[in-house]
């Protein structure tokens, strides 16, 4: 049997939430950037333990491979295009709508940071983790969209794919 190479059953889900998180996210960094542009803005405490802020991220997750060349930041740029490609070509492919969901969570990260990278040359990041003097990364919803569906397309691998295969 043939499998669809661009369109699967769950191809509606997965563009729906990668648009859907691309626009929550980059209606966020709109208002980051339009926020903090100015010289010092301080903090806006949120909660306890979360600020907003505005800090660039010339890298990827957690200020990894930071990119200080335009070839770094293009090698980076056509990275994305290429993990988006192939998280599509994937989403096309699934039978699971677990899976579906996950890959659309990974896809709209990967393309709102991408937008970032081809518009500002850098990934805007704007929330800020603490708890006490425990100081986390400055982050982005893109950056929990991508987090949360490669979590859950880990746990479906081990777990529940795993059970669902091994039924009678």
Same mark, same amino acid.
């Given at each position: 049997?043939?499998?669809?190479?661009?369109?699967?059953?769950?191809?509606?889900?997965?563009?729906?939430?990668?648009? $859907?998180?691309?626009?929550?996210?980059?209606? $966020?960094?709109?208002?980051?950037?339009?926020?903090?542009?100015?010289?010092?803005?301080?903090?806006?405490?949120?909660?306890?333990?979360?600020?907003?802020?505005?800090?660039?991220?010339?890298?990827?997750?957690?200020?990894?491979?930071?990119?200080?060349?335009?070839?770094?930041?293009?090698?980076?740029?056509?990275?994305?295009?290429?993990?988006?490609?192939?998280?599509?070509?994937?989403?096309?492919?699934?039978?699971?709508?677990?899976?579906?969901?996950?890959?659309?969570?990974?896809?709209?990260?990967?393309?709102?940071?991408?937008?970032?990278?081809?518009?500002?040359?850098?990934?805007?990041?704007?929330?800020?983790?603490?708890?006490?003097?425990?100081?986390?990364?400055?982050?982005?919803?893109?950056?929990?969209?991508?987090?949360?569906?490669?979590?859950?397309?880990?746990?479906?691998?081990?777990?529940?794919?795993?059970?669902?295969?091994?039924?009678?």
């Amino acid at each position: 049997m043939n499998k669809p190479k661009f369109w699967g059953r769950y191809s509606s889900l997965v563009l729906l939430l990668a648009i $859907a998180g691309l626009a929550v996210d980059q209606i $966020a960094k709109f208002w980051a950037v339009s926020h903090f542009s100015g010289t010092g803005i301080p903090a806006i405490p949120v909660g306890p333990f979360l600020d907003l802020v505005l800090l660039w991220n010339k890298g990827i997750s957690y200020g990894f491979f930071q990119q200080t060349t335009d070839l770094g930041r293009w090698g980076l740029a056509a990275f994305t295009v290429a993990a988006s490609i192939f998280i599509w070509f994937w989403s096309a492919r699934t039978s699971s709508r677990l899976e579906g969901f996950c890959l659309g969570l990974v896809l709209s990260g990967a393309l709102s940071n991408g937008f970032d990278r081809l518009y500002y040359g850098q990934v805007v990041d704007y929330l800020y983790f603490h708890v006490g003097y425990f100081s986390w990364y400055v982050f982005n919803l893109a950056d929990a969209w991508i987090v949360i569906g490669a979590t859950g397309l880990l746990l479906d691998t081990l777990f529940i794919g795993k059970n669902k295969n091994s039924r009678p």
